[in-house]
């Protein structure tokens, strides 16, 4: 303590004229800053100079002190609880003179005064001080002018706030800078953590991009989640400064926000250049980047890729990360960083929108939409469970999936392959490439497809490839196979073949099964579907695939525990005419088992 007094005690006991007097957080944070550089960002420093403002009385500087310890001191620091407890002190203790502001003038005198100003005055006088804050919580008028704005922040939740339960509180507002006041006023008003923020549909220019990334910088790790929801954002102000501005939020996400310029016909790029950013992104779990129509410009592609690979770079803590199929960004760059510098990445995903489709198994976008970020509880190595690669615009080569399906291979769950538009040819070799690795944990695949191949490319059999595959897959329960190339234009003409092989390796090798869809050009017989059907009877539950109405009798018999049969006709071959009997045993088959068929 000696120490810190002797080293400031010079800077605390300047003498400045009124006109010279600077900014008391501001000075106290670079005090701050200068202190932390050679002890590595420890609460120990922050503890310390923060006491020795409490002993000079100096309660506004030991806050500031606190305060900024929260935002850059690791959650895993032994002595941020004591930071914290310190910080919820000061944030109770009102000094000398907002104490007697009650008494200096009558309630209906205060509302007077303040009823002079809008709405933006009102905003900042509430983050004078803990008095006003108070008499503006509790003022209906301030409600009145605030609804007016911003229709959606309500006055309970921040009662709530008060009350240290951290709420969401939803920012829709034309006016950037009533947007800007409010989140300061939010954060004066929490003790501890504020919650979540979405901002909706909002226009914003660069300058607006820059005032509203410094509040939220300023916010720091109070703030839980940030969401920017149908928002008009410039595409060079989502990494930096916005992106940046977070990297003490642990939970981000951009969900079908409009963004300026547009890129069109994007290509890998062909040198990697990547920008050093001056903050890790150590809170980060959650990365979420959903953009949707813009304006050309050639050269925010490779600008873009670039500012994004950075983020990655500094993302040591990321858990999921979902990227919009139709984004300005070369994806397969992007996967490649996110694998090589996010050790505890679980979920990759590049899909329409950045959402996670609806699987069997259960994955669904609900289990990514609360992060936990303490990040005591999240392990070291990676183990990357959902691999979803999607999308009509997806942009990214073979060579990337390889070496995505190798990182991920020993502890993958679930894998989702749509081939269409910018995503290119199917490639059976990557089937091939996954067989030789092995999945033991993969418990979910699903393979579709909008475009064929030529039939004297230098590839293996489509079907040899998925043989191979399933042969290794122990732990599946769920198979999807979409040929929607072979059903929506020529029915004889397909890639993803299912034929007699692959559906005997499946009913070999796939002994958990239980849900099995199959469309596009059928390569089986009657007789394999019956086998399989023996074979997979006890946990089948869904079916769905072309096969002929003379067996389905047989079919249904040998399913004992099948819920919901789908018959599908995508094949124009000949039709057997199921017998009226036949179709009423069926019907009352599987309505005994609480069950349904569905013809077609």
């Not at 999807?480 to 090798?509: C, M, W």
Request: proline share 4%.
């Amino acid at each position: 303590m000696a120490l810190v007094a002797q080293r400031y005690g010079a800077i605390l006991s300047l003498s400045l004229p009124p006109a010279a007097i600077l900014n008391v957080a501001d000075v106290t944070r670079q005090i701050a800053e200068d202190m932390i550089h050679p002890s590595n960002a420890s609460a120990q420093s922050y503890l310390e100079l923060g006491a020795f403002f409490k002993q000079q009385a100096n309660f506004q500087d030991a806050l500031s002190v606190y305060k900024h310890g929260l935002r850059v001191v690791a959650s895993n620091d032994d002595r941020r609880a004591e930071l914290e407890i310190q910080t919820y002190a000061m944030l109770n203790l009102p000094n000398r003179h907002t104490l007697r502001f009650r008494y200096l003038l009558p309630y209906d005198i205060w509302s007077h005064i303040f009823r002079n100003l809008d709405i933006k005055d009102l905003l900042q006088a509430a983050c004078v001080n803990v008095s006003w804050r108070d008499f503006m919580i509790q003022w209906p008028m301030f409600w009145k002018l605030l609804s007016d704005h911003l229709p959606e922040i309500k006055q309970s939740a921040v009662y709530s706030l008060r009350r240290n339960k951290p709420q969401e509180f939803i920012l829709n507002g034309p006016d950037i800078t009533v947007v800007c006041n409010t989140v300061r006023f939010l954060t004066c008003s929490c003790c501890r953590i504020l919650g979540k923020l979405s901002f909706k549909y909002m226009v914003l220019t660069d300058a607006d991009t820059v005032m509203l990334s410094n509040v939220l910088q300023s916010a720091g790790s109070m703030v839980q989640q940030v969401e920017f929801l149908d928002c008009e954002i410039p595409i060079r102000k989502i990494v930096k400064p916005i992106l940046e501005s977070c990297s003490s939020i642990p939970h981000v996400s951009f969900s079908r926000s409009v963004v300026t310029p547009k890129v069109y016909n994007i290509q890998k790029p062909r040198w990697y250049h990547f920008v050093i950013l001056c903050k890790p992104f150590t809170s980060l779990t959650y990365l979420k980047l959903c953009v949707e129509k813009s304006t050309f410009d050639r050269d925010s592609p490779y600008m873009e890729t670039d500012r994004l690979s950075a983020v990655l770079r500094q993302c040591p803590n990321l858990v999921h990360l979902l990227l919009d199929s139709g984004g300005s960004v070369y994806h397969g760059q992007c996967i490649n960083q996110a694998i090589r510098y996010c050790p505890r990445l679980k979920t990759l995903a590049v899909s329409d929108k950045a959402e996670i489709p609806t699987t069997v198994t259960g994955t669904n976008d609900d289990k990514f939409t609360a992060v936990d970020s303490d990040q005591h509880g999240l392990s070291t190595t990676q183990k990357i469970q959902s691999l979803i690669l999607c999308g009509g615009r997806l942009k990214i080569e073979n060579d990337d999936i390889a070496f995505a399906l190798k990182a991920a291979h020993n502890t993958l769950e679930l894998l989702y392959l749509h081939y269409g538009g910018g995503f290119g040819e199917i490639n059976s070799i990557l089937f091939y490439h996954l067989a030789r690795l092995g999945t033991p944990c993969l418990r979910e695949i699903r393979l579709s497809t909008e475009s064929g191949a030529d039939a004297c490319d230098n590839q293996p059999p489509m079907t040899a490839a998925l043989d191979a595959l399933f042969c290794h897959c122990p732990a599946l329960e769920a198979i999807t196979i979409e040929d929607t190339f072979s059903t929506g234009f020529n029915p004889y003409y397909g890639r993803l073949d299912v034929d007699d092989q692959v559906l005997k390796s499946i009913a070999k090798h796939c002994s958990r099964l239980r849900y099995l869809k199959v469309t596009g050009r059928r390569c089986h017989t009657n007789r394999s579907i019956l086998d399989f059907a023996k074979a997979s009877g006890n946990k089948l539950t869904y079916l769905e695939i072309d096969t002929d109405r003379s067996i389905i009798l047989p079919l249904v018999k040998a399913l004992v525990v099948l819920e919901t049969l789908y018959i599908r006709r995508d094949s124009l071959v000949h039709r057997d005419i199921i017998l009226d009997h036949d179709k009423k045993t069926v019907e009352d088959i599987l309505r005994w088992r609480g069950a349904a068929v569905i013809w077609t």
